[in-house]
């Protein structure tokens, strides 16, 4: 028996910080295990692009909608409520995010389940990321620093590169929010690898992880690794770099989730080889 939608009023309209809250909440509930403090950095990078759709005036989708500048944006908290699913909210918050990014190419880590959708909206698949679960602990090894004694230009400037566009706003949040351990790598005094630890619903994730080699990517695992000493820890991979899944086996960690990487215009030239964790599924 197919489900009508019943007579509403559904609006679609901006969060509020506080509702961004709910919004992370409503992804712990989905399993997806954010952390204790995204809604902050989140929201600090765009404030205008989180959606909430309300029906008669309580929440009951969300969808974020980024736009790191002129032509780059991403999406993600693309949630409706479990029994209002299938009856065309989740599309109209979705119309209103697109139109909210307008031509930027638009990125996204979806679930492998809704992948045909996203390509009937003009996305195209780029590769699949894996997370992985292990168990936190172990010696951090020398070499490897505090990622604050790195100048920050420096940090925006090496980071670039690996998301497809600077990020300045985001990166000053995200490496300085409470609980968080953000170390570096340095080769010859340069920057040859960053990497962030956060706590989570769940243990602690590391995103991103990024690195020059696999040498200096295995030093800041480990670093990172020896802060959650026996609590869970998750690393988001791209099915595309080999060095980075084998890290994440080395460190006997074990699948347990899969998104689709898509966007809707030609997919930015990444250096996959040196991303060995993604910075999160919900902004890229």
Request: aromatic share 12%.
């Amino acid at each position: 028996m197919s489900v009508e939608r019943p007579k509403d009023s559904f609006v679609v309209r901006r969060m509020t910080r506080r509702e961004l809250d709910m919004a992370v909440s409503w992804a712990a509930a989905e399993g997806w295990n954010p952390g204790h403090h995204d809604a902050e950095c989140f929201y600090g990078t765009d404030p205008n692009g989180f959606l909430i759709g309300a029906l008669d005036g309580e929440p009951v989708a969300s969808l974020s909608a980024v736009a790191y500048d002129a032509g780059f944006g991403f999406m993600g908290f693309y949630i409706v409520k479990p029994e209002l699913r299938g009856l065309g909210y989740g599309l109209e918050i979705w119309k209103a995010a697109t139109d909210y990014l307008g031509a930027r190419n638009i990125g996204l880590d979806g679930v492998l389940a809704q992948q045909s959708n996203y390509e009937k909206s003009g996305f195209t698949l780029a590769y699949h990321n894996i997370r992985y679960e292990g168990v936190g602990g172990g010696e951090a090894p020398a070499g490897i620093v505090e990622l604050s004694s790195v100048g920050f230009d420096i940090l925006v400037e090496y980071d670039a590169p690996l998301f497809a566009t600077r990020r300045p706003v985001f990166l000053r949040g995200w490496i300085d929010q409470p609980g968080a351990v953000a170390v570096a790598a340095l080769k010859h005094g340069k920057l040859a690898g960053y990497g962030v630890l956060r706590p989570c619903m769940s243990g602690f994730k590391i995103g991103p992880l990024f690195a020059d080699d696999e040498f200096a990517a295995e030093a800041l695992f480990q670093a990172m690794a020896a802060h959650a000493e026996g609590q869970p820890i998750f690393l988001d991979v791209p099915e595309v770099n080999a060095a980075a899944l084998a890290l994440a086996r080395r460190h006997a960690m074990r699948p347990v989730f899969e998104t689709v990487r898509m966007y809707n215009r030609p997919a930015p030239p990444l250096p996959v080889g040196r991303i060995y964790g993604v910075t999160s599924f919900e902004l890229g």
